[in-house]
């Protein structure tokens, strides 16, 4: 296929999509340049479903003391753990200098 047979094809393409006269409702997104975004909106968040929403986090009170409580370190160690992995790991530092120091290992 030559470039301007594809250049016509992508063009009527997005002309017979989701062109100006589209009726329906539209994501609210907006491009880089500023446009809008072209793509059909999804009920609820009003966006496409590349976009999908915002989340505006927990609202309730119980909600947001939940999400403090669960505050982890990248989303997977809490700092619990964290200290409990620092100690099991001095504790085998210890224990490998006390096998090399009485020749047991090399």
């Not at 062109?19 to 409702?25: D, V």
């Not at 009003?46 to 370190?73: D, F």
């Not at 006390?98 to 020749?103: M, N, P, S, V």
């Amino acid at each position: 296929m030559n470039q301007n047979n594809f250049a016509a094809l992508t063009k009527a393409g997005h002309a017979t999509r989701f062109g100006p006269n589209w009726p329906g409702k539209r994501c609210l997104a907006k491009t880089r340049r500023g446009t809008p975004f072209q793509n059909p909106a999804i009920k609820g968040p009003g966006r496409c479903k590349l976009h999908g929403g915002k989340s505006t986090g927990p609202r309730t009170p119980e909600g947001k003391a939940r999400s403090i409580a669960a505050r982890t370190k990248h989303g997977r160690r809490s700092k619990a753990h964290v200290e409990k992995i620092k100690f099991i790991n001095a504790e085998l530092r210890q224990i490998i200098f006390e096998l090399k120091r009485d020749g047991l290992i090399p």
